[in-house]
Structure formats: C-alpha cells, structure tokens
C-alpha cells in the first residue's frame, strides 16, 4: 500500500529562520511527487512535481528536492506570507488517471 | 485555480437527504477527480474520470457516485448523506496527454450533514 508521512506536523519559525520539511514515501514505482501549498479555506495550490532521485527544483524562497525514499522542501529566509499548510503527494507508475497518495500535511506558522 | 469551479461553494444538508456537487473546468482537461478532505486525513481520493461516462472509484468511494456526460463538468452525488460525509470536498484536473500529470485543485466545496 502506498503511504505518505509528513514531519513535523507543526513548525513555527521566527522570520527568517530557514528549516526543512520533510516527506518519506512508500510506492511501487514513483511517477511522480508532488508539493503543494494550502491556505486556509482554500484549494491545494501546486508548487512542484519531481519525478526522479537527485531532482530538484526552487521557486523564490522555497527548493524542493528528492531521494528514493524522502523528499524535502528547504525553506530559506522565510516570511509571514509563507505562513500555510504544505502538502506531499506521490503518484504511482502505470497508475494511469489514478489520483494521488497524500501526506496529511505540516502546518508552518511564519513569526514577525 | 487554473480553470475549475466548484458548486455550491457550502451546503448544510440534513441526514438522508441527497446532495449533488458540481465541478466545473475550463481547461479541456481529460482526467477529473474528487477528493475529501478532514482533520487528521490527508486527502482521500473518491472517484475519479478518464473521459466522458468513463469514471472508477478511489480509496473512499461508499456512499457516493459520479457522473460525467460532458469534458468539462464532474457531478458528485451523496444519495442520501450522513455524518460522516460532513467533509470539505475538492475538485481536481490534470493533463492532457497519455500519462497523467500535475493535478490542479478547486476552491472546495464545505458540506456539513446535520
């Protein structure tokens, strides 16, 4: 069965103070993994997709990277506005249109 | 939210009434899906569609069934609803081609079964 663990659950960091996220995953064949930024009250909105140990990829203050078991989001000097829920998927190969497995998620709270 | 609607966006509804859902995308998207999403769960899948009248059940699928007569519009129905079924539900749409891409979500839609 395919599974997605998320930590912490909760990270509060001072304005900043650079941290990572971390996400382990268990599949039969990664198609994908997939990070997502939620805000309260609204939809997950999509960050990043790594499809391949050794990967990474950055948007502004956020990189995401990947192993063959975990994957982390580093976040660098971050800010209040960084301030949400962030979400790990991972896709399954030959899955097809099968959805996504996600991680239930770590809620950072960025301080002044 | 690339293209995709939700509706209604809340509904209270009392146990045993039957309730429809609607996601709407504007994106020409193949693949649809409908995901809940509660306290202590990541999101679980419900059903999803590879193509119009072409739909299959996901993790959580008891209780609800789907129905997609055009590309655009995905209909989630609870028969008849019950507490446990009080959830934030959310759309989603992903790629055009053969192998399935990034899934992209709607605004959500917050049902609570009294």
């Known amino acids: 069965e395919d599974q997605v663990t998320q930590s912490p659950e909760a990270l509060r960091l001072q304005e900043g103070e650079s941290s990572s996220l971390n996400c382990s995953y268990t599949v039969s064949g990664l198609r994908g993994l997939f990070w997502y930024r939620q805000d309260p009250g609204k939809g997950p909105e999509f960050l990043f997709t790594?499809?391949?140990a050794g990967e990474e990829k950055e948007k502004e203050r956020l990189k995401a990277t990947l192993t063959k078991k975990e994957s982390f989001l580093h976040i660098t000097a971050p800010k209040p506005e960084d301030s949400a829920t962030y979400l790990c998927a991972v896709g399954k190969a030959g899955g097809g249109a099968d959805g996504l497995t996600f991680g239930k998620g770590t809620h950072l709270i960025i301080q002044p | 939210d690339a293209g995709i609607t939700q509706s209604p966006r809340h509904k209270v509804t009392e146990t045993g009434t039957p309730v429809t859902l609607r996601c709407h995308q504007t994106?020409?998207?193949?693949?649809m899906y409908w995901y809940r999403q509660d306290p202590g769960h990541g999101l679980r899948l419900i059903h999803y569609?590879?193509?119009?009248?072409?739909?299959d059940k996901g993790e959580v699928s008891d209780g609800y069934s789907v129905s997609r007569s055009k590309t655009e519009d995905f209909l989630l129905t609870l028969e008849s609803a019950t507490s446990s079924q009080t959830s934030v539900y959310f759309c989603?749409?992903?790629?055009?081609?053969?192998?399935?891409?990034?899934?992209?979500f709607g605004p959500g839609t917050r049902l609570l079964v009294l």
């Open positions: 790594l499809y391949s």
């Open positions: 989603a749409i992903s790629g055009r081609g053969a192998f399935q891409e990034t899934q992209y």
């Open positions: 994106e020409n998207h193949r693949y």
């Open positions: 569609s590879y193509g119009v009248k072409d739909t």
